[in-house]
């Protein structure tokens, strides 16, 4: 039998993706026998309750009136060391590139001795490439923080691509996908969320939009799409979710005349009761290294709409399991959405794909395995 390893996990505790990635990751690792230290500066959203084998340590970041600027990094890649010492880490798997490989970089520097020590893995997640990591103000030192990585993981064939072509990495990544615990993800029936969503109305459709509201989510252009499926469907937008945006869309929504036709029901930790209630999924990103809101809604038998970019195509098979559009092809996304509110056997069908390809592809059961080699293959 192969020893359990100590693995410090570092991430963002707020609601978004690479958190969620991390923390599913976690509890999967746990419940595998081993040990997942989450290192972050608040408790993960979606931890849940306490789990034998999961252990949370805060990061605190000090002010001081000569310091305009919060230090994290310093305080993160100083609570990674004590966790490490005192947790007797093996692996310091750091999530989201920036600052965290930067953050795990430096505590390896500090930790290892004759060239003992904890592997530092490194996961990139998308924007911390695509947007912040290649940003001229961050791009040298997270090309560097990757590069010394003792592992790098990328989401998506996508992400790898562009790691190498915007940073000019030269480090071997792996690609180990977005994850589900398909037990759990998988369609509820929920008649009363279904009837207060749809406003009662059995012929009504729910179309929903799950994200963090950031501009990269482009959710005026999920009012626009909606706007022109509502149209020719009798339906209603749910957006789940809360970001910087969400009001701007909110207003889209009132000037085109369709804000009672809205209901936005904020950050939920609970997302598969409202997925379960929804007839499509629209997700026209600007960009997406793998988009694990798309997966969530096809385990629930959810069509999906959504723009052709970064690893989307490597999640949805355009015309069997959801459809793919180029980014501006707002009537081009209505229309794949109204064909799927229209045509039952093709809603089916989609669905029933889409359901299909995630748990042939993207269970915990499947996923989980592979970070495990990679962290066992680094100690070896
Ligand atoms: O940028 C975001 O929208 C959030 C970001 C994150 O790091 O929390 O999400 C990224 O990571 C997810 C998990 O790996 C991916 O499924 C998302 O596609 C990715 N978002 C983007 O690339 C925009």
Not at 133 to 141: K, L
Not at 236 to 256: E, F, I, S, T, W
Not at 269 to 286: C, H, N, R, T
Request: proline share 5%.
């Amino acid at each position: 039998m192969t020893a359990p390893l100590n693995v410090g996990i570092v991430c963002y505790a707020s609601v978004g993706g690479s958190g969620i990635v991390a923390t599913e990751l976690g509890k999967a690792l746990a419940l595998r026998g081993h040990q997942a230290h989450f290192i972050s500066t608040e408790t993960p959203f979606r931890l849940g309750d306490f789990q034998e084998g999961l252990f949370f340590h805060q990061v605190l970041t000090p002010t001081y009136p000569l310091f305009r600027e919060p230090q994290y990094l310093l305080s993160l890649a100083n609570r990674i060391v004590q966790v490490a010492r005192e947790s007797k880490l093996d692996i310091i798997h750091a999530h989201y590139a920036v600052p965290h490989a930067t953050a795990a970089f430096l505590s390896r520097q500090i930790l290892t001795s004759n060239g003992a020590g904890p592997r530092v893995v490194t996961t990139l997640h998308g924007t911390d490439i695509t947007l912040v990591g290649s940003d001229p103000s961050y791009s040298r030192i997270v090309a560097f923080s990757i590069e010394q990585s003792d592992g790098v993981t990328a989401v998506s064939n996508s992400l790898r691509e562009a790691t190498y072509a915007e940073l000019g990495v030269k480090h071997p990544i792996s690609v180990i996908p977005n994850f589900l615990d398909c037990a759990i993800h998988r369609r509820r029936l929920r008649p009363d969320l279904r009837k207060r969503f749809s406003g009662g109305d059995s012929a009504t459709k729910v179309v929903v939009h799950v994200s963090n509201f950031r501009p990269v989510k482009r959710v005026d252009a999920v009012i626009a799409i909606f706007d022109r499926i509502r149209k020719r469907v009798p339906a209603r937008l749910l957006l789940v979710g809360d970001g910087p945006d969400l009001a701007m869309a909110q207003q889209v929504a009132r000037d085109l005349g369709i804000g009672g036709l809205v209901d936005a029901v904020g950050a939920q930790e609970e997302v598969v009761p409202l997925l379960s209630i929804a007839d499509l999924f629209l997700l026209p990103s600007a960009q997406e290294s793998f988009g694990l809101a798309a997966l969530e809604a096809m385990a629930c038998e959810v069509p999906v709409v959504a723009s052709r970019v970064g690893g989307l195509p490597e999640v949805i098979e355009h015309g069997v399991s959801g459809f793919l559009h180029p980014l501006d092809a707002i009537d081009e996304m209505a229309a794949s959405g109204i064909a799927l509110l229209t045509d039952e056997s093709l809603h089916r069908d989609v669905a029933q794909a889409a359901c299909r390809r995630v748990r042939t592809e993207f269970c915990v059961e499947r996923v989980v395995p592979m970070y495990e080699a990679c962290y066992r293959e680094l100690l070896s």
